[in-house]
């Protein structure tokens, strides 16, 4: 059973910064992506940052602003600082990873809610 447990999330003023943090854990064989995206409401849930052994992307929106980055095999942190209303939504931590077979997961979500 494989689980995504995302933390630091929350209020921020415009023009500050947040750090999310996901753990995965389980029977994990590798982990071949991990990112996250964001939903605000009324609006589809969109790719705000992924990164994979030797490569990283970012949505065009928060380039320069926030770094996805990795501790160890099985963390990430998403830096997220320059933060705008925009920004508000909640985020998602996603990973295509491997235990027995391939597959992606999701965690529960973490909202992050910027006040101008």
């Known amino acids: 059973q494989v689980q995504l447990v995302e933390s630091g999330g929350g209020l921020v003023q415009a023009g500050g910064s947040l750090r999310l943090s996901c753990v995965a854990s389980?029977?994990?064989?590798?982990?071949?992506?991990m990112g996250w995206y964001r939903q605000a409401p009324g609006k589809q849930r969109e790719l705000v940052a992924a990164?994979?052994?030797?490569?990283t992307n970012y949505a065009d929106s928060v380039k320069g602003r926030f770094t996805i980055s990795r501790e160890g095999k099985n963390t990430r942190y998403l830096q997220m600082n320059s933060l705008k209303p925009e920004d508000t939504a909640v985020y998602y931590c996603?990973?295509?990873?491997?235990?027995?077979?391939?597959?992606?997961?999701w965690g529960q979500g973490t909202q992050v809610t910027v006040s101008s």
């Open positions: 990164i994979t052994r030797d490569k």
């Open positions: 389980g029977n994990i064989f590798s982990i071949n992506a």
């Open positions: 996603n990973a295509d990873l491997t235990t027995t077979r391939r597959n992606v997961y």
